[in-house]
């Protein structure tokens, strides 16, 4: 029967076949998990069991040659790759693939360090599809849209089922011998060995393993080599230890097998570990070691040259984990694993602590340097030659045998441990500081002296022999004073140098040169000459390498550096410090440098070596310095055309070549991208852009859109309706107008020097309201940067100077003149003050021009006065009245000798403060604050006692309202004369000038004299004078009217008739006067008072 019929095949194919569908259809690893085990479980020759993946190509190539540790490390590695591969499979299997399946991207560093750390990964990846090589990884073909589920599936399944054989071979290791280990040969076992790649395996059920080539010695574990303490019967009675009998019989073929405990024999272990039997046998240490103890503990310089006697066979030390050791100076439990002791960090092998004879007990006490034997103050803490500290060890010094097995003709040579003076006869003293050459250790005696200096101790020297010298008295002293001596004078002369710029380097290669003198004095005399040999001696071995003496110069070297070389003393100079003050050296390393810098000269593109040679010498080796001389005649042209007195010609957008204007917008204008400046060439030759170059470009660095790009360069100025790009457009802080920069400095140049600080608001809306001060200091402050640029200098002063006054202004002090338009702060208490300027004397509290009555009296008196003596304030009458009791600017306090007649929206002259004449409430021009208020234009909020209402009543209605509340009134002329027309001032528009002229309309009898608007006016201010409250005479539409203006509220009971329902709302008027009047009442009032208290807060009320 064929391998293609044999029950392994047909049961390998169906369950192939199983794994495949279902692989296919899900795309998940755990559903073909136990299709997988069983696969790998069955016993077919490699070729028929991995169809599509060769296996035994990837096993061969990642395991050839290779020493047993790197075989199992490369197999581990391959297990790691092969499950990346795996989940790579998977995913193109899967229903739901991941968004990037098309390709695989060699710089992941998941990828670098799995698949690509094996040979054979990539072939794996040309199987599932990809194919179409890229510069950073693999993908798909363009053509291919859904990747070969089948085929996928099935190099996906054989790659799991190589990975899980591959994991049971590293996890259940077999028994030497076997397929895997091979026979148990030391010297094969040493060699590179790779494992047969599953070439027809035995069957794993129930199979035991073949038996060894050579039988393991008893008492020692088939598998490591230590001590056994259990014996397998079913494994042809093979020893094991306990890790190795838990991970050998771990595996399901051989979890059955008995095995039976091994009585242990009394053998001689190791000094040192305590497991393994002894090797070796050290009779210059005593001690007999185990094979791996033996190297370690000998590994040390000091013990290198001791001889050992091999005692037993080799064996291997024991596994890391299974025992442990004892620190012999803390007495610790370590593991065995451990090189370090966990609680004093000493090493394994290190003796206990034995107190040292050598260090001083007192700290005062001298002590003796164990590197240098310099006897050092108790005090200090570093030597003072060496400046190693106090309980540093002596340095180990370089032993000249190597190994036990040294070369025989330097068997004689051995280093003295104190002056490290390398002696090349068998002598017991040192040629050059004659001491003894006992060494406790061995490590520098030569072998020749190894039976002297035992046999030396053991019997005296026979009487014809030579006799040892003895050593000298005070030798040390007087070499560790020397040592001292020399030292300090060698730290004086550096210091001595660096006082004169003179680095320790050349200070150390002039004491080479300069003998017994002055290491400076040489310097200064000497060292020109010298480097200038230097240079000389290097010319000439260039020179003898052009006439074709350097043969075994290479060519391109001569090519690169050897055209007619003239160093500098520079680089003379750098060369003889480097070799240390030796002359040929620095040659030799002159040489050296100067072909390193014309190599690179020359890979930078300059191959002229006359001209390379001459930059480095002007440079003084200096590269950098080289490449600026070289490159300086480049770009000479460059400079000669930007240093050159014509003007730059402009750019011409029109110009043919595209590319050179490009270039020039650039180097110019610093656009981002060469993109952006084909995008200002296309717009510029555009047949209806008007604008310049520079508008273009600064509009082109904002957006790449060209949509955008053209509102930016079309708008239209709302004052001269011109247009103008957008660069050349400003706009205030307080809206989103934008003007000109012409129409922006004209206007705001006509606001400071005709109007007044208030009117400098935007010339297209007006915004922002001058009435909210937090919004005029806020505006004003950014208002000042902007001005400062488009303002001529005599304008921003006087900008500044208005800025200033508006500000003195809001102080209480401040005062204006009632002569002149002139202001000035008040420091004084006095009535009488005096204007700087006009020096005229007016009052202080009533603003009336200062009159000798008026001393030392109350301005209610003075006007009482003035109203009883003086004839023509009694010519005046009530004219004269109204103009006293005139408009005041509650704002800056400005008294104005006006009626409040007429328009009753006041602009204040002075601080352009808008409000109303008879209530002083602000005008607002945009919304407000105030509660319940909608209105977004122009508008103020009067109480209902303000002039604003009232001067629609008729006189009649006004006189009964004075009568009700007993105030007495006028009804004729004061001087009893009736005159025809009205005198009272007023403030009027004649030609758009603000004039003050008498109201000239004629007047009616009963009216005082007076025009009835004006009359009206004068009843009005009595009613505010005495508070009276209007309401008492409002009819029913005016309750409701009074009650949705003030209250927002007018409904209408149920059943009320008018009387009923008038009273409820006068009562509710009434009510809400005391509510709101209440707040602002202090306790001394009482209830009954409470309608006495003014309606209107800010009502001009004179007693």
């Known amino acids: 029967m064929s391998s293609s019929s044999s029950p392994a095949s047909v049961q390998m194919d169906e369950v192939r076949q199983k794994a495949r569908s279902v692989l296919s259809s899900s795309g998940s690893a755990q559903d073909v998990k136990a299709d997988i085990q069983t696969m790998a479980a069955i016993a077919l020759h490699v070729s028929e069991k991995y169809r599509h993946l060769p296996a035994e190509t990837m096993l061969r190539e990642n395991t050839e040659n ?107 290791v077999p028994p030497k011998g076997s397929v895997v280990n091979g026979p148990a040969d030391k010297e094969q076992e040493e060699k590179p060995q790779v494992p047969p790649p599953l070439a027809k395996p035995s069957p794993m059920p129930r199979t035991p393993p073949k038996p060894a080539a050579a039988s393991p010695a008893v008492g020692e574990c088939s598998l490591c080599g230590t001590t056994s303490c259990l014996v397998c019967s079913s494994c042809n009675n093979q020893h094991f230890c306990v890790a190795c009998d838990d991970l050998f019989h771990r595996h399901p073929s051989r979890a059955d097998h008995r095995r039976d405990t091994v009585q242990k024999t009394s053998a001689e272990t190791c000094g040192i570990c305590g497991t393994t039997a002894v090797h070796s046998q050290c009779p210059s240490c005593v001690k007999r070691l185990c094979l791996n103890c033996d190297r370690l503990f000998h590994s040390h310089p000091d013990r290198k040259g001791h001889s050992r006697t091999i005692v037993g066979p080799a064996s291997r030390a024991p596994s890391l984990s299974q025992t442990s050791w004892d620190c012999s100076h803390c007495t610790t439990v370590n593991e065995m694993r451990a090189v370090l002791c966990t609680t004093c960090e000493r090493p394994r092998l290190a003796t206990a602590a034995v107190p040292d004879s050598s260090i001083p007990t007192s700290q005062n006490s001298e002590w003796q340097c164990k590197s240098c034997t310099v006897l050092n103050q108790g005090s200090s803490i570093l030597c003072e030659v060496c400046e190693r500290p106090r309980l540093a060890t002596r340095p180990p010094v370089t032993p000249v045998l190597s190994s036990l097995q040294s070369e025989p003709n330097s068997a004689a040579k051995w280093t003295c441990q104190f002056c490290t003076f390398v002696n090349t006869q068998p002598s017991p003293t040192c040629e050059m500081c004659r001491l003894s050459c006992k060494d406790s250790a061995g490590v520098s005696l030569p072998q020749s002296l190894l039976q002297v200096s035992s046999s030396a101790t053991a019997e005296p020297p026979p009487l014809g022999g030579r006799p040892k010298p003895k050593p000298r008295v005070g030798m040390d002293l007087k070499r560790q004073q020397m040592m001292k001596d020399d030292g300090l004078k060698l730290i004086q002369q550096i210091r001595e140098a660096e006082k004169r710029g003179v680095s320790p380097e050349e200070v150390y290669a002039a004491l080479c040169m300069c003998g017994g003198s002055n290491p400076c004095d040489w310097l200064t005399s000497e060292l020109p000459h010298l480097l200038d040999e230097i240079c000389a001696m290097a010319a000439s071995v ?10 075994a110069e290479p060519a391109v070297e001569r090519d690169v550096g050897n055209g007619g070389m003239k160093p500098s003393r520079a680089e003379a100079k750098l060369a003889w410090l480097a070799a240390g003050g030796d002359t040929d050296r620095a040659v030799r390393q002159l040489l050296r440098d100067r072909r390193v810098k ?24 200096q590269v950098k310095g080289a490449l600026s001389l070289l490159q ?55 047949p209806d852009v008007t604008c310049s170059l520079e508008d273009v470009v600064h509009a082109v660095k904002q957006s790449h859109d060209r949509d955008f790009i053209r509102r930016l360069l079309i708008n239209e100025c709302p004052c001269c309706l011109s247009i103008f790009p957008h660069s050349k457009m400003q706009s205030l802080t307080s809206c989103q107008c934008s003007v000109c920069h012409e129409c922006f400095g004209q206007h705001f140049t006509i606001a400071v020097r005709d109007k007044h600080i208030r009117d400098m608001v935007c010339p297209v809306c007006g915004e922002p309201d001058i009435n909210d001060p937090e919004q005029l200091d806020s505006y004003f402050s950014t208002l000042d940067i902007q001005l400062r640029a488009c303002l001529d200098s005599e304008v921003y002063d006087l900008f500044h100077k208005k800025l200033t006054e508006h500000a003195l202004m809001k102080d209480p002090k401040f005062l204006w003149c009632c002569h002149c338009d002139s202001g000035f702060i008040n420091d004084g208490n006095q009535l009488k003050v005096t204007c700087p300027s006009c020096r005229k004397s007016f009052c202080a509290q009533c603003k009336k021009p200062w009159e000798p009555q008026h001393q030392d009296v109350s301005c209610e008196e003075f006007q009482r006065w003035k109203r009883d003596n003086d004839p023509e304030y009694q010519r005046q009458g009530l004219a ?156 029913t539409g005016e309750l409701v009217r009074a009650c949705e203006r003030y209250l ?41 008072k409470i309608l006495e208290v003014p309606l209107g807060e800010k009502v001009p009320r004179n007693k």
Request: net charge neutral; with cysteine.
């Open 880 to 1035: 004269g009245y109204l103009r006293d009791n005139g408009i005041n600017c509650p704002q800056c306090n400005f008294q104005y000798a006006l009626t409040k007649g007429g328009c009753m929206h006041f602009s204040c002259s002075q601080c352009r403060y808008q409000f109303c004449s008879g209530c002083n409430n602000p005008y607002h021009k945009t919304a407000c604050k105030t509660p319940r208020c909608t209105y977004n234009g122009l508008h103020a909020h009067h109480p209902r006692d303000c002039l604003f209402y009232l001067r629609d009543w008729d006189a009649p209605r006004l006189q009964q309202l004075l009568q009700r509340s007993g105030v007495d009134f006028n009804t004729d002329p004061s001087n009893g004369t009736q005159t025809d027309a009205c005198g009272v001032m007023e403030q009027k528009d004649e030609a758009g000038q603000q004039v003050d002229s008498p109201c000239g309309v004629a007047t009616q009898p009963g009216q005082a004299g007076l025009c009835d608007k004006h009359y009206r006016e004068y009843l009005v201010s009595l009613v505010n004078d005495h508070t009276l409250d209007p309401a008492v005479l409002y009819d």
């Open 1048 to 1088: 927002g509220e007018s409904a209408r009971g149920d059943g009320e008739d008018d009387s009923v329902y008038g009273a409820r709302l006068l009562k509710v008027v009434y009510t809400r006067h005391v509510r709101s009047q209440t707040l602002r009442l202090t306790p001394r009032f009482p209830p009954q």
């Open 632 to 686: 300086r005649p480049l770009v000479e042209p460059f400079h000669q055309h930007i240093w050159m007195d014509q003007p730059e010609p402009p750019i011409d957008p029109k110009h043919a070549d595209k590319l050179r204007t490009c270039r020039r917008l650039l180097a110019l204008y610093d656009l981002p991208s060469w993109g952006r400046c084909e995008l200002v060439l296309s717009l510029l030759q555009e």
């Open 66 to 172: 290779r020493p047993r540790p790197e075989v199992l490390e490369s197999l581990g590695k391959l297990v790691k790759a092969l499950s990346i591969l795996e989940k790579y499979g998977c995913n193109l299997t899967s229903p739901t693939r991941p968004r990037y399946w098309r390709s695989v991207k060699h710089n992941n560093p998941v990828f670098r360090t799995t698949v690509d750390a094996i040979k054979g990964g990539r072939r794996v990846l040309f199987l599932y599809g990809y194919t179409n090589q890229q510069i950073d990884g693999l993908s798909f073909p363009e053509e291919v849209t859904e990747p070969n589920i089948e085929t996928v599936a099935a190099v996906t399944l054989e790659v799991m089922t190589l990975r899980s054989e591959v994991d049971m071979l590293l996890k259940n």
């Open 598 to 621: 014309m190599k690179e000269l020359h890979s930078l593109g300059f191959l002229d070596v006359t001209r390379c040679e001459e930059a480095l010498r002007q440079s003084g080796g």
């Open 542 to 551: 260039q020179l003898n390498y052009r006439a074709g003496n350097a043969g």
